[in-house]
């Protein structure tokens, strides 16, 4: 199946009393039993819920998996991951990834015994070397948030089963249309759906996708037990999403195309961090493994200070000066002080990520008017 047909299609099937093309939002937090213990497949909304279930069914199919998993957040999927380990297990990250999952490894899961490892994981040799007995997750952003750095799934993932540890995949960035980490040999892909996936800033929410029933079961326990869920409504929202993805992203593609290259040459913009230019470091792989290059990029201008991107980031009008990512409107966002705030300024700038760094997302508006909005404000 097409990737079109495939998001439109997906997880969808006309509800069997209407014949509603869409699936109903089922608002209802428990279910009539028959009797005790003999139900229609659903006791408790918690556990499961049929709009849920649509959209759980949704998210595999696009992920080419087996099976899906929907969390109240992005980060309430990654906390239910981490949840598989124990006192003691190793986890290898990526050293530039994005501030919310570093204050829930570091402030969150170090104090229960759990062991964080931070390499730049582009040469895949440092997650080799950092592979030891205790060495249970590989977790990998990739493009990773803000520096769009690419790392090389396959070869990780041989890593990560030689191991015996799990490879867990955050596709946030790149969303379903441009990579598909299980086709890969990640065990586990993560999104925070909140973003492409529903596509129109308007749902805060987050997924798994793997293909082993086991691990399913395990996690499925997680979302049980703890009790991260969405609710219908949300569930809907992102369903609706899922169906115009490949028309979004398609746009997002073109208008990053055009936003990159206009500035890289400008005369105020010093680095431009952007997968999709041909002499990006891991630029090879990336046209392997993923599609398209996507909207999303950073900059730096060449007066590379807090204060000469906080003018930038003041001055636009199309562009809005918000947290998040991947809705169909243009967002622009200062790092150091918002989305990666979490991370010590030391740790930030031993890995790249400077005060004056800028990172935008590209919406789906006119690529000119976008253009010109950034030209006024960078000057």
Known sequence: ??????????????????????????????????APGKNKGYEYARSQNPTRKALEDALAIIENGKFGLAFSSGVAATDSVIKLLNPGDEVIAANDMYGGSYRLFSKVWERYGIKFVYVDTCNTENVKTAITANTKLIWLETPSNPLMNITD???????????????????????????????????IVMHSSTKYLGGHSDVIQGALMMNDATLREKLYFIQKSCGAVPGPMDCFLVLRGIKTLHVRMKQHCENGHVIAHFLRKHPSVDKVYWCGFADHPNYDIAKIQMRAFGGM???????????????????TQ??????????????????????????????????????????????????????????????
Do not use: W
């Not at 990029?297 to 001055?315: G, N, P, Q, W």
């Not at 200062?334 to 800028?358: C, F, Q, V, Y």
């Open 1 to 34: 199946m097409k990737l079109a047909t495939k998001f439109i299609h997906a997880g969808a099937a006309p509800d069997p009393s209407t014949g509603a093309i869409m699936t109903p939002i089922y608002q209802t937090s428990t279910y009539v039993q028959e």
């Open 153 to 187: 799934i396959s070869s990780v993932a041989a890593i990560a089963k030689k191991a015996g540890a799990l490879l867990c995949v955050d596709n946030t960035f790149a969303s379903p249309y441009l990579q598909n980490p299980l086709d890969l040999g990640a065990d």
């Open 297 to 315: 990029m950073s900059f730096t201008l060449k007066d590379d200070s807090a204060a000469a991107a906080m003018k930038v980031l003041s001055s």
């Open 318 to 379: 199309l562009f809005s000066l918000a947290e998040s990512l991947g809705g169909v409107e243009s967002l622009i966002n200062h790092p150091a002080s918002m989305t990666h705030a979490s991370i010590p300024r030391e740790e930030r700038i031993k890995n790249g990520l400077s005060d004056g760094l800028i990172r935008l997302s590209i919406g789906i508006e006119d690529a000119d008017d976008l253009v010109e909005d950034l030209k006024q404000a960078i000057g």
